[in-house]
């Protein structure tokens, strides 16, 4: 299927590794100009050599300030952004029987507050052009709150509300806004999460992760491609119609409907 967005411009956050490059790898497939970012700017800009179309940029998006300095840079590089991948590394793992004010500020801090701002300065050139797509790379906490990741829980649930609200008031302009909640992907935080389970109940993290992969109906942890594609379609033209939607690639682990 051809997504027709070559040639327009996509940054995808936190995207040196993990959902974010698969993401970013999935959009250049599709001819995408792709701005990559990361803290570590020399594997940012290796990356986007090996890409081809696309391009580099050292940023911390955990810092305050981060977004205005990454939409001025983006920018000034490309003219314009089409397509927003919001992503980035979740706060660390615990339980709500320890959450305080401080903590819950800081799950805020992490996961919405640079992200809004992008939005923010992005937004209104993609209502004046008509056509944008914002997806957000969430969390299957959202609709079924995973044990022990608790602060996650809480600020992606905030990012979810968020996006659902924005995405009917500018639904008329062309632009849409959707989340995609990924399962158990294969991916760097995947296995430190088994690992702190593993810590946490005395287990081996061997019998942690297989205890994991069999309460998934697929039988695995999915492939971080699989999940890629599934960003791209949302921004792509033929999912011009898909708004204000959570979408899962979690390999029928949520019972919900």
Same mark, same amino acid.
């Given at each position: ?11 995808? /956050?936190? +995207? ?5 490059? !698969? ?8 001819? /995408? ?6 803290? @570590?700017?020399?594997?940012? *800009?290796? %990356? =986007?050599?090996?890409?081809?179309? =696309? %391009? ?5 998006? $955990?810092?305050?300030? !981060? ?8 920018? #000034? ?5 089409? %397509? &927003?991948? &919001? ?15 401080? #903590?819950?500020?800081?799950?805020? +801090? ?10 923010? @300065? ?13 997806? $957000?790379?969430?969390? +299957? ?10 602060? +996650? ?18 639904? !008329? ?11 158990? %992907? ?12 593993? !810590? @946490? ?10 205890? $994991? ?6 039988? *695995? ?13 949302? /921004?792509?033209?033929?999912? $011009? ?7 899962? /690639? ?8």
């Amino acid at each position: 299927m051809d997504l027709q967005i070559a040639d327009r411009v996509a940054l995808v /956050c936190s +995207s040196t590794a993990g959902l974010g490059l !698969a993401t970013a790898r999935a959009l250049a497939a599709e001819g /995408c100009l792709v701005v990559i970012t990361g803290r @570590r700017g020399e594997v940012a *800009r290796q %990356i =986007a050599g090996e890409l081809g179309n =696309a %391009i580099g940029l050292a940023i911390d998006l $955990s810092r305050p300030g !981060a977004a205005d300095e990454l939409a001025d840079a983006v920018l #000034a590089e490309t003219g314009r952004i089409d %397509i &927003l991948v &919001l992503n980035g590394p979740g706060p660390t793992p615990g339980q709500a029987t320890d959450l305080d004010p401080e #903590a819950l500020h800081a799950a805020i +801090s992490l996961l919405a507050d640079n992200q809004v701002q992008l939005v923010r @300065r992005t937004l209104p050139a993609m209502r004046e052009r008509g056509w944008g797509r914002i997806v $957000s790379i969430g969390s +299957s906490g959202v609709v079924a709150p995973i044990p022990n990741l608790a602060a +996650s829980n809480f600020g992606r649930a905030a990012m979810a509300g968020y996006l659902k609200t924005l995405s009917s008031e500018i639904a !008329a302009d062309g632009v849409t806004v959707n989340m995609v909640l990924p399962g158990r %992907i294969a991916t760097d935080r995947t296995t430190a999460v088994d690992a702190q389970n593993a !810590a @946490r109940t005395g287990q081996d993290e061997a019998e942690v992760r297989a205890a $994991s992969q069999a309460a998934i109906p697929i039988g *695995r942890y999915g492939r971080p491609e699989e999940f890629g594609d599934v960003v791209a379609f949302l /921004c792509g033209q033929p999912a $011009s119609y898909v708004t204000g939607s959570t979408v899962r /690639c979690d390999g029928g682990l949520i019972a919900t409907t």
